[in-house]
């Protein structure tokens, strides 16, 4: 969810009314899905919580959204003309970077608001829907420094040099990649690529390697620059063409002049920007059915138009509307129907209370879980609860456990958590090795699922329920923890047998495997001391852990 | 009530095996020669060994430890001089066979009570009714008791339980689903477009290793692919890309409930009803940075309502009326939102009197796009909770990670009402 910059005396100024900063909060934000974090004297910061509108990004897509629910309904009208520039996209590219829709707007006033926004709302366009520029790369430039035409390229790395943004003296591309902080940040992109693609105007001045790095000469606009070019780069032209028209309407509201630019591709030419409106047809029925209220035409019509569409035609069955270019959101009529209720307001709709009479029920785990529970609180034991993920050196290098195989993820956060657990025992340890400046004895147990590999699930692991419990006192005995078991599976009806077993786990000649059914489904007895000298754990410990699932048959 | 038996007055005169061993012992001796040098060697030694006194290296009996008396020697000299050892000990020296018990001792020794003043009331006072000739001490009552621990359920664990019987008052079925899960539950049949940000590496978890399960019917996969490309038949116009099946089969931690909605939705995991309330309460994944709000792991709990008319202020109404009943909360509160797989969408925040506006649950009306391809005609209105968000508010827990506390402490002394 992007969050935004915004300066209240700027947005209040594209809204066109002062609206006060309380029903800025309570209301009018929400018409741009917005949500104020934080309102200082005239900074603030608004979660976009919209992550399919990169027309809400920006101060001005935000006034524009508010501004159609003060006043300004209807769809906002936005018009082009020629540049008369051209953009030539050579076949070298289609193996880098093979797409580019560009613009140019003028008679820009580049105040600091406006340099701070489109530097913004450049960033997150790129950032979020562009996926960190891979999708989208978006360059501005100073219109008046290019000559002839601009040519979009690929030259190989050591082919040409330029002096990129911020820097003094010129690099070869690789050198960009290599020195330049932006260069190191977006290397990746262009990684095993045998050329990279450049923007060059005929004077052969370079305007930007996209997706990286503008030129420290076409591409940097200051304020006192009044007309920009701009481009949007990547591999789709679907994805590309709504980001340049949220860049260029973003200019527009601002009091620029947009332009359009002949995008030239070996066998077509395309004119962008294209800003004529898009139109989409909704059923009044199903307009109905989805919102719950009944509304005449001349409320959707006026709901619609507060949302900034146009309402083209109301017939019998259908509401027939025009919404504006930026918008690439709307797949379908529902699209259209959340904007009807955003307009009303969703605080504005009264609640239906839902009088529906069915029968609840509850899975057999949950039912399994609270009757063991009763048992071993019963037996005086406190529960635990920990996290199902943990690391190899808990699982089972401190366990004394061989290598087995385990579910371990392929990008964690941090090592601490990066395998799931495949047994509930290490985690009763760990609680006792945090604790051992506690108060003893002390007596655990934790329910709780475990991942266990298994090639017959249809995602190659199962849940498996578990119970552990374990005890540590200045002295346990075998006999404790043969008891209690005894007790939980006498009081839960399981029958069981004793079976003697090694493991690492537990001190040899103290350690049995629980028998039921004729299967192993647990194991319990006295820890090995090397195990608790690994957990730096200094009393001993008894405990045991078994399979809920098996023994209550899931 | 004991007297000593024939061993027990032999280690009256000669002294107590562990004792007269570690006597022997000095500073070192072999095992072999102590062995002819004491009786009872076996038994002294075993407890000299259990009293820490002596040790053994390499067939050598070694002095360690400081030597005081011991429950054993102090119980042997009280039964000696006809007094009575505490329990504790003296069950001890009836397992080593020191002492035996004295019926006639024990009555003797009720009767010497008489007229004096008592702290333990025995068997023998009760029965012989003697009690009514002695006189019973008063204890200071208003002393404080000492501290133990019951046995309890874990705090958070505890709240889950009780949620999911609201849930089941309610009329909610609950489902669920593997914590392994395919993307394609967890994202595509969802409507979550496989090139979509959240799906990237930093916003989700993967599994180690080859990574591929098993994808549903195909008429189901038919139905996702075209909607995710053009729409199929449910009136959209799609994402608009090459849905990729191999994508969809990859495996990872679930990222969130609402993965389990589309397995019963499809008939997949289970048989939905209409009219039908349907819930999950479980474990979720996300490579978020921990820190107060945000744990290693999180539970969601989430659910639908189907049925052939329901509107959006139908949704509203389930969710205030839910919030309001779990968190007694003041106030709630609607924000427009956006989530991939309904529209329209909305975020509800209740008024806590601490904590202010806290934001609790996502919700919205499933897209067709969602719906229809798993062969659902009705509309669905679906809605999540960050269930550890209302447990903290509830517990009144500032820091998400006390929701899974390792602190026994902290435990023993949560109360539970």
């Given at each position: 969810m992007p969050t935004l910059d915004v300066s209240y005396r700027d947005l209040c100024n594209l809204i066109g009314k002062r609206i006060d900063r309380e029903e800025l909060r309570n209301k009018a934000v929400m018409f741009a899905k917005g949500e104020i974090d934080e309102i200082n004297e005239d900074e603030m910061k608004i979660d976009e919580k919209d992550t399919n509108r990169p027309d809400l990004w920006s101060t001005e897509g935000i006034a524009r959204e508010i501004a159609g629910r003060y006043g300004k309904k209807g769809l906002p009208k936005y018009t082009t003309e020629p540049s008369g520039l051209v953009v030539k996209v050579d076949e070298s590219v289609s193996k880098v970077r093979p797409f580019t829709v560009c613009a140019v707007v003028r008679n820009l006033n580049i105040t600091e608001d406006l340099l701070i926004q489109t530097i913004q709302l450049q960033e997150k366009v790129a950032g979020t829907y562009g996926r960190n520029r891979q999708d989208v790369a978006i360059g501005v430039y100073d219109y008046n420094k290019i000559k002839g035409k601009v040519n979009y390229k690929a030259y190989k790395p050591n082919e040409l040099k330029f002096i990129p943004l911020e820097f003094n003296e010129e690099l070869t591309l690789s050198e960009i990649l290599e020195k330049h902080p932006k260069g190191m940040d977006f290397a990746h992109l262009l990684k095993g690529k045998e050329k990279y693609p450049i923007f060059i105007d005929d004077a052969g001045n370079v305007l930007s390697m996209p997706p990286v790095i503008n030129s420290n000469y076409t591409g940097k606009v200051t304020e006192n620059t009044t007309d920009v070019f701009i481009e949007c780069s990547g591999f789709n032209l679907d994805a590309l063409k709504p980001a340049l028209n949220v860049l260029v309407c973003a200019l527009a509201d601002r009091g620029g002049r947009i332009q359009t630019v002949d995008v030239i591709y070996k066998n077509e030419t395309i004119k962008t920007p294209d800003l004529k409106p898009k139109t989409k047809t909704a059923n009044k029925d199903y307009i109905k059915s989805i919102t719950g209220i009944d509304l005449s035409d001349k409320e959707i019509k006026d709901l619609l138009e507060q949302a900034r569409y146009d309402v083209t035609e109301i017939t019998k069955n259908e509401v027939k509307v025009e919404y504006p270019a930026y918008r690439q959101d709307i797949m379908h009529e529902r699209d259209v129907i959340e904007d009807i209720l955003i307009s009303k307001g969703y605080n504005e709709i009264e609640p239906v209370p839902v009088s529906m009479e069915t029968k609840g029920s509850l899975l057999k785990p949950q039912g399994i879980t609270n009757k063991v529970a009763e048992v071993m609180v019963g037996l005086g034991l406190q529960e635990i609860l920990s996290y199902t993920l943990t690391n190899k050196e808990n699982l089972l290098k401190k366990m004394e456990r061989k290598d087995s195989p385990i579910c371990e993820l392929e990008n964690p956060v941090s090592m601490t958590w990066s395998v799931f657990r495949d047994s509930l025992l290490p985690g009763i340890l760990e609680f006792f090795s945090n604790n051992k400046h506690h108060e003893i004895p002390q007596k655990i147990f934790e329910i709780g699922n475990c991942i266990i590999p298994d090639s017959r699930s249809e995602t190659k692991y199962r849940d498996n329920l578990s119970l552990a419990c374990g005890i540590t006192a200045r002295e346990v005995s075998y006999e404790e923890i043969a008891s209690i078991l005894d007790a939980f599976m006498r009081t839960t009806g399981i029958g069981y047998k004793f079976k003697k077993t090694e493991n690492g786990i537990f001190i040899k000649g103290r350690c049995a495997e629980i028998i039921n059914n004729g299967r192993s489904v647990g194991t319990l007895g006295e820890i090995n001391p090397q195990v608790l000298n690994n957990w730096g754990i200094e009393n001993p410990v008894i405990g045991f852990e078994i399979d809920l699932d098996f023994v209550f048959k899931k | 009530m004991y007297q000593l038996t024939d061993e027990g007055k032999k280690y009256l005169k000669k002294g107590l095996p562990e004792r007269r061993l570690y006597e022997l012992v000095k500073d070192a001796i072999p095992i072999k020669d102590a062995q002819k040098m004491i009786?009872?060697?076996?038994?002294?030694?075993?407890?000299?060994?259990?009293?820490?006194?002596?040790?053994?290296?390499?067939?050598?009996?070694?002095?360690?430890?400081?030597?005081?008396?011991?429950?054993?020697?102090?119980?042997?000299?009280?039964?000696?001089?006809?007094?009575?050892?505490?329990?504790?000990?003296?069950?001890?020296?009836?397992?080593?066979?020191?002492?035996?018990?004295?019926?006639?001792?024990?009555?003797?020794?009720?009767?010497?009570?008489?007229?004096?003043?008592?702290?333990?009331?025995?068997?023998?006072?009760?029965?012989?009714?003697?009690?009514?000739?002695?006189?019973?001490?008063?204890?200071?009552?208003?002393?404080?008791?000492?501290?133990?621990?019951?046995?309890?359920?874990?705090?958070?664990?505890?709240?889950?339980?009780?949620?999911?019987?609201?849930?089941?008052?309610?009329?909610?079925?609950?489902?669920?689903?593997?914590?392994?899960?395919?993307?394609?539950?967890?994202?595509?049949?969802?409507?979550?477009?496989?090139?979509?940000?959240?799906?990237?590496?930093?916003?989700?978890?993967?599994?180690?290793?080859?990574?591929?399960?098993?994808?549903?019917?195909?008429?189901?996969?038919?139905?996702?692919?075209?909607?995710?490309?053009?729409?199929?038949?449910?009136?959209?116009?799609?994402?608009?890309?090459?849905?990729?099946?191999?994508?969809?089969?990859?495996?990872?931690?679930?990222?969130?409930?609402?993965?389990?909605?589309?397995?019963?939705?499809?008939?997949?995991?289970?048989?939905?009803?209409?009219?039908?309330?349907?819930?999950?309460?479980?474990?979720?994944?996300?490579?978020?940075?921990?820190d107060a709000t945000h744990g290693v792991e999180f539970n969601q709990c989430g659910g639908f309502i189907i049925d052939e008319n329901l509107s959006f202020r139908n949704l509203l109404g389930v969710l205030k009326d839910f919030v309001m009943d779990v968190t007694e909360a003041e106030d709630v509160k609607f924000y427009p939102d956006y989530y991939p797989f309904t529209e329209p969408s909305v975020q509800i925040s209740a008024k806590h009197p601490e904590l202010g506006w806290v934001e609790l649950a996502g919700a919205g009306v499933f897209r067709p796009e969602l719906t229809e391809p798993l062969g659902v005609k009705q509309p669905v209105i679906a809605w999540g909770f960050g269930i550890d968000r209302l447990a903290m508010y509830k517990l009144g827990i500032k820091d998400i990670r006390y929701l899974f506390s390792d602190n026994i402490k902290w435990l023993r002394e949560k109360t539970v009402m």
């Open positions: - | 009786d009872d060697f076996s038994i002294g030694l075993m407890w000299a060994k259990k009293n820490g006194w002596v040790k053994i290296e390499k067939g050598i009996i070694v002095r360690e430890g400081v030597v005081s008396d011991t429950d054993a020697e102090k119980g042997l000299k009280l039964v000696s001089e006809g007094k009575t050892p505490p329990d504790k000990i003296a069950s001890l020296l009836l397992d080593r066979n020191i002492i035996k018990k004295d019926k006639t001792t024990a009555l003797t020794a009720a009767r010497e009570l008489i007229g004096k003043s008592i702290t333990a009331l025995t068997p023998e006072l009760i029965k012989t009714g003697l009690w009514k000739e002695v006189n019973m001490k008063p204890y200071n009552v208003e002393a404080a008791g000492k501290t133990i621990y019951p046995g309890k359920r874990q705090p958070y664990a505890a709240f889950i339980n009780e949620i999911k019987n609201k849930l089941l008052e309610l009329g909610f079925v609950e489902m669920t689903g593997p914590t392994i899960e395919l993307e394609f539950w967890n994202f595509d049949s969802l409507f979550q477009a496989q090139n979509h940000p959240s799906r990237s590496w930093t916003e989700t978890y993967s599994i180690k290793g080859e990574g591929k399960g098993t994808l549903p019917k195909d008429s189901i996969i038919k139905n996702v692919r075209s909607a995710h490309e053009n729409g199929g038949n449910t009136g959209s116009t799609g994402w608009g890309y090459k849905w990729d099946e191999k994508k969809a089969s990859k495996i990872m931690p679930r990222a969130h409930d609402t993965a389990i909605s589309p397995r019963y939705l499809s008939g997949h995991s289970g048989n939905v009803k209409v009219p039908g309330k349907y819930f999950s309460l479980v474990r979720c994944y996300r490579p978020d940075v921990i």
